[in-house]
């Protein structure tokens, strides 16, 4: 086989075999196969797309190219979620307390951010001691003790998509879909679960700006999952502002705690709910979504999912008693208001800008390596559909230093559309594929 002739015949629209993706995966990660012979493959696909079966033997190629966990050892049926990335998405941390509060096990591996969104490790890092890098025995253990445990994806997981991935940074191939749902169910497959939540993320602030595309990524990373032997299920939501009124890992922190406490802002918990109703009936713990949600509500009331966080904390080293006194939490010591200039409703925020504002202030990462300040971020103290009077703050910043403090300023400022007449309700979440 040549990797002359699989380019070749992909660049003529046609189907590419097992045989040929295997030996095209392989070889690359090997280093067999030059990145400029994948760079081309990767944007004929690009312009021709992949068939439901060559993106189902691409996923599982890369899925076998590293350790593939095996969850066995955890008793129950294991719920993975994960989110296509967003602006503010603290969902993973008020979510998996929740789920383990009820008795499900939550098994997670999970990411750093990168560019403009947040990961739920570095926020998760705001807890001082509190370490991601468990042997996979304690990571059993605590799942099957405490239900929960979140881990660093290992170097060893998926690693044909890590390398891929990097390629396809570089060379403008990133956001195909069959691309997408195949570097990501890779990875959510190697991991074990037995079920497979998806909060897939439309608007400006997400890799699917348009819904439709959304939709389009959704339905091809369910059928991954299911022709996988996994039950997937995707919920696609609102991201065209960021989620919750908290962008910056401690605040981020901060809004989890809040909502844990009942008091979450009410679109990070319409997502809450509409992904846990998913995560409970996988798990066959409920018989409708009606009742999982009253499920759900229960661990805030009687703060059982709060008591399952400070627990999962303190058992990953992390300092406890910040669960219940979130005021120590690491916080900038500037606070920089953004102050409204034109009266009317906020009709936009856009989600990417803030996400930028963030980076600028340090609470992001530019490369892999980048350290991050997890103390700044940005308070969103209107929302789209408020109403805003000239002189009004729009957002305060938090930040260490006044001069990237002004750079997020200028962000802020043009991320905020104001218009005159009132706007109508956008819903948070677009639909639902089983
Ligand atoms: N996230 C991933 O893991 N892979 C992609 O291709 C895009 C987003």
Do not use: W
Not at 111 to 121: D, K, Y
Not at 192 to 211: R, Y
Not at 300 to 317: H, V, Y
Not at 367 to 380: E, H, P, R, Y
């Amino acid at each position: 086989m040549r990797m002359y002739d699989i380019i070749q015949k992909k660049k003529y629209g046609k189907v590419l075999s097992k045989e040929e993706i295997q030996f095209m995966i392989e070889g690359y990660t090997k280093g067999e196969i030059p990145d400029y012979q994948m760079s081309a493959m990767m944007m004929a696909i690009c312009f021709q797309g992949m068939k439901e079966e060559e993106t189902l033997h691409l996923t599982l190629t890369m899925r076998d190219s590293g350790e593939v966990l095996d969850l066995s050892q955890i008793t129950g049926i294991k719920v993975d979620k994960h989110s296509t990335g967003g602006v503010g998405d603290k969902t993973s941390l008020v979510l998996a307390p929740m789920i383990a509060a009820l008795g499900i096990p939550v098994a997670k591996m999970s990411g750093r951010g990168l560019g403009h969104t947040g990961g739920t490790i570095d926020k998760l890092e705001c807890f001082s001691g509190f370490s991601t890098t468990l042997t996979e025995k304690q990571f059993y253990e605590n799942v099957n003790q405490i239900h929960l445990a979140i881990m660093e994806q290992t170097q060893n997981l998926a690693p044909a998509d890590k390398k891929l991935y990097a390629l396809r940074d570089v060379t403008a191939t990133v956001d195909e879909p069959s691309l997408i749902a195949a570097s990501i169910m890779s990875k959510k497959l190697a991991a074990g679960a037995d079920a497979i939540v998806l909060d897939v993320k439309t608007g400006n602030g997400a890799f699917m700006k348009q819904e439709e595309d959304a939709f389009t990524l959704a339905y091809e990373m369910v059928q991954i999952g299911k022709n996988a032997g996994k039950k997937t299920v995707a919920v696609i939501t609102d991201m065209d502002q960021p989620l919750g009124n908290a962008v910056g890992n401690s605040l981020e922190v901060k809004e989890a705690i809040l909502s844990l406490n009942g008091c979450g802002p009410k679109d990070v918990m319409e997502v809450v709910y509409a992904l846990g109703i998913e995560m409970i009936l996988a798990a066959e713990k409920a018989e409708s979504p009606e009742e999982a949600k009253h499920m759900l509500k229960q661990t805030l009331q009687n703060k059982t999912a709060l008591e399952k966080f400070a627990e999962f904390i303190e058992r990953q080293g992390g300092e406890k008693r910040l669960v219940y006194q979130p005021e120590l939490l690491p916080i900038a010591h500037i606070q920089l208001q953004v102050i409204n200039t034109e009266e009317g409703y906020v009709s936009k925020i856009l989600a990417e800008e803030i996400g930028l504002a963030c980076l600028a202030l340090g609470g992001g990462r530019t490369t892999k390596d980048s350290v991050i300040d997890l103390s700044v971020g940005i308070l969103l103290n209107k929302k789209r559909g408020d109403m805003v009077k000239v002189g009004d703050t729009l957002a305060t910043i938090y930040a260490n230093h006044m001069e990237l403090a002004k750079e997020a300023y200028g962000k802020i400022v043009c991320a905020y559309q104001v218009q005159k007449e009132p706007i109508s309700a956008v819903p948070m979440i677009k639909g639902i594929v089983h």
